[in-house]
RNA sequence: GGCGCCAUCGUCUAGAGGUCAGGACGGCGGGUUUUCAGCCCGUAGGCCGGAGUUCGAUUCUCCGUGGCGCUACCA
């Protein structure tokens, strides 16, 4: 979620300055614990999903390509030739047996973590020598020992760190790849990036960029740290809260512009408007790298909720019977494909469920009433008003008021409650919930009017009919 | 432990020395007497603590406290 957030920044400032939005691979862990190339769709899905189509990525290409770090180990080796030979990193010879003594050492005596630099103490000619003889090593990054690192953070403003906490991070790993601080900074500056948004996690490691790119002679990008998203546990999302998890999430039925529209604002704000829904346009005329916060924030999935349902309830008829039509399949209830009279009838109603829903997931829960004769009454309709003295003669009543044709509006439906309301001597209150719960089995639901108008004359004949078995059922004394 | 970041209602935030500290989600109450929802109205709820600067600090500085992050041949 974090990324995709970030994601979200970033694609909003290449957007709102012309500029292009460049999505890259980092596939440079292959540990087969946490590189599975299935992640790769999701990410792919996600992107789409949200309407953040790179203008250059692996998908399409681009001018800087590839757009993949395992495609590029050579560009990372020869930049790690040339920073050794410059002095700015240095060969590594221990062994991951000899690292792991070193720090648990250090933690059992409180000192500080962190490489104790013994084979920067090699000469250059030994460690060639070694190397070239086929042992095994790593090029770390050859960290001043003393002074400080500084660089300035779009958001964060100044931040400096001293050097003598700056680990001797590992830029080339034994088997020859890159890790990301050495592929990273490679990449931004071969292709060209102006802007880095990144998590605020990756500040503790800038200092270790900006010296590779000092080292390298490049310019740096302009940083962007943007905060955190926590989880309700106040800590930050754990990787298993990924793009499979979006997109996960995506299927349950919220919309891109909510997701998008919550995602943003979680951390930027518009300033002193006092307001939260903001369609894509009005967003892009007011994003903007000082508009983003520096504290966490914690993902609160009521207020997406809410932001989905109104969302959902500002959809025009046409696109909200397309997103409940496929769900309404999957639970069965139309058809695929769909009859012409099923598209009708979910055209129909479409709106009239649009009010309780929040997600998407929840149309057909509130929709079976129209597609489907209830099986018998929910517990509360049979209760409250099956079992009423007066339900056999409202429904009755209604059985007999219905018209012979096919249809009837809604005004004739309001019509005929107040018929029979008056014809009884009664309030439409009862009158409207017996013939609720006589034609859906259930206490809650949309208007009555609407529901009976759609529903139509044939199909209340038919389901009243079985709602007298219902009421005779109920009515008949204990045996 | 070391380093770094952050600190306004429960949550997301506005606020850039003088405000009745505003909005939204959520909560609570009321209205819409056709349910639920929606919609409308109302309401409770906050500047972490201590110094300092200042005529005056939520706002600036320092310290403390708290939270989070990093501390891998993961990103």
């Not at 979680?266 to 967003?283: C, M, P």
């Not at 199909?459 to 219902?470: D, T």
Request: charged letters at 25%; glycine letters at 8%; aromatic letters at 8%.
């Amino acid at each position: 979620m974090g990324n995709l957030r970030t994601a979200v920044f970033a694609w909003l400032l290449a957007r709102a300055n012309g500029g292009q939005f460049v999505v890259r691979l980092e596939d440079t862990d292959r540990d087969p614990e946490r590189y599975r190339p299935e992640f790769i769709a999701d990410i792919e899905e996600s992107l789409r999903f949200l309407g953040l189509e790179p203008d250059e990525w692996w998908v399409t290409g681009g001018p800087y390509g590839p757009y993949v770090q395992s495609e590029r180990l050579a560009l990372y080796q020869e930049t790690a030739r040339r920073l050794v030979a410059g002095a700015s990193a240095y060969r590594c010879f221990c062994t991951a047996e000899r690292l792991a003594q070193m720090r648990q050492t250090q933690q059992e005596r409180g000192l500080p973590p962190g490489y104790d630099r013994r084979c920067r103490r090699l000469s250059p000619g030994e460690a060639a020598q070694r190397a070239d003889a086929g042992e095994a090593h790593t090029v770390r990054l050859a960290v001043p020992l003393e002074g400080r690192t500084a660089c300035s953070d779009a958001v964060y403003g100044d931040i400096s760190f001293e050097n003598r906490t700056v680990d001797d991070q590992v830029l080339l790993k034994s088997s020859g790849w890159p890790t990301y601080h050495l592929a990273v900074v490679v990449d931004d500056h071969e292709m060209a990036i102006t802007h880095v948004i990144r998590g605020e996690d990756w500040m503790p490691s800038t200092p270790k960029q900006v010296l590779l790119y000092q080292a390298l002679g490049w310019e740096q990008p302009v940083w962007a740290h943007v905060p955190l998203i926590l989880g309700p546990d106040r800590k930050k999302l754990a990787k298993r809260h990924g793009a499979t998890q979006f997109v996960e999430m995506a299927r349950e039925g919220y919309l891109p512009e909510a997701i998008l529209n919550f995602l943003v604002l979680l951390g930027w704000s518009a300033g002193d408007e006092n307001r939260e829904v903001f369609s894509r346009a009005e967003i892009l005329e007011r994003f903007g790298l000082r508009g983003i916060s520096r504290n966490p924030a914690i993902f609160d999935y009521e207020k997406l909720r809410w932001m989905n349902g109104e969302y959902i309830r500002s959809c025009p008829t046409d696109r909200l019977a397309e997103l409940c039509l496929p769900r309404l399949q999957g639970a069965g209830l139309v058809g695929r494909p769909p009859s012409e009279a099923e598209v009708e009838l979910v055209r129909q109603v479409a709106p009239l469920i649009t009010d309780r829903m929040k997600l998407l997931a929840e149309a057909p829960a509130l929709a079976e009433m129209f597609f489907r004769d209830p099986e018998g009454p929910d517990d509360r309709a049979r209760r409250k008003w099956l079992s009423a003295p007066g339900a056999a003669r409202i429904v009755q009543e209604a059985l007999s008021a219905l018209p012979g044709g096919g249809a009837m509006s809604i005004g004739e439906a309001e019509a005929m409650v107040n018929r029979i309301a008056a014809s009884m001597g009664i309030d439409r209150a009862p009158v409207i919930h017996t013939l609720r719960a006589a034609s859906t089995g259930r206490t809650v639901g949309p208007g009555l009017y609407e529901i009976l108008s759609v529903l139509g004359p044939a199909r209340l004949r038919r389901r009243l009919a079985r709602a007298m078995e219902w009421i005779s059922a109920d009515s008949a004394p204990p045996a």
